[in-house]
T-cell receptor, first 113, second 114 residues
């Protein structure tokens, strides 16, 4: 049962342009959504989060949008930089149980110079 | 540096063997989570501990077990290893399960079963 889905395994974007990563979820009990970034041979690094009571959260070049009716969130990176090349994981926390994070499969973002 | 320390970084062992993975959480964090990442997959939740007590179990095999010690470090024990257990194993920590995320992850232990 894949509660969090990232349908694009990979994305290639030109440096300076906008990168948009998408994530869909099925569980209406999720109360927090997060994006993590992962470089090879490192653990996931927290990037940005959004509470289910909001529809947008911004932190510098990174903005996360949440559409609860569509059960969809997206991460916008503007402008994209070569150092943004990494695997991005969408994650969600459920109000049920012990509030663990449920992760999507990840999207590999490549920023081309 | 997330402050979460995992050892060893790499582990190569044979089928049927048993290994122990170790995690030290960030200073002040009481909750520890274990995740497994198989090749090019997402992170699968295994188990969570809070202040020494098991709080939640995910898709953890019966051959796997974990514990959290009084000094809050945690160990994940994997026994009767199979080829399919080859994966990255991540530990994460947070102050408590009730606090808003994020979890902070260590750099993982790469387990190779031959």
């Amino acid at each position: 049962d894949q509660q969090v889905k990232q349908n694009s395994p990979s994305l290639s974007v030109q440096e300076g342009r906008i990168s948009i990563l998408n994530c869909d979820y099925t569980n209406s009990m999720f109360d927090y959504f997060l994006w993590y970034k992962k470089y090879p041979a490192e653990g996931p690094t927290f990037l940005i989060s959004i509470s289910s009571i909001k529809d947008k959260n911004e932190d510098g070049r990174f903005t996360v949008f949440l559409n609860k009716s569509a059960k969809h969130l997206s991460l916008h990176i503007v402008p994209s930089q070569p150092g943004d090349s990494a695997v991005y994981f969408c994650a969600a926390r459920s109000l049920q149980g012990a509030q663990k994070l449920v992760f999507g499969q990840g999207t590999r973002l490549t920023i081309n110079p | 540096d997330s402050g979460v320390t995992q050892t060893p970084k790499h582990l190569i062992t044979a089928t049927g063997q048993r290994v122990t993975l170790r995690c030290s959480p960030r200073s002040g964090d009481l909750s520890v989570y274990w995740y497994q990442q198989s090749l090019d997959q997402g992170l699968q939740f295994l188990i969570q501990y809070y202040n020494g007590e098991e709080r939640a179990k995910g898709n953890i095999l019966e051959r796997f077990s974990a514990q959290q010690f009084p000094d809050l470090h945690s160990e994940l024990n994997l026994s009767s290893l199979e080829l399919g257990d080859s994966a990255l194993y991540f530990c994460a920590s947070s102050p408590s399960p009730a606090d808003p995320p994020p979890l902070h992850f260590g750099n993982g232990t790469r387990l190779t079963v031959t």
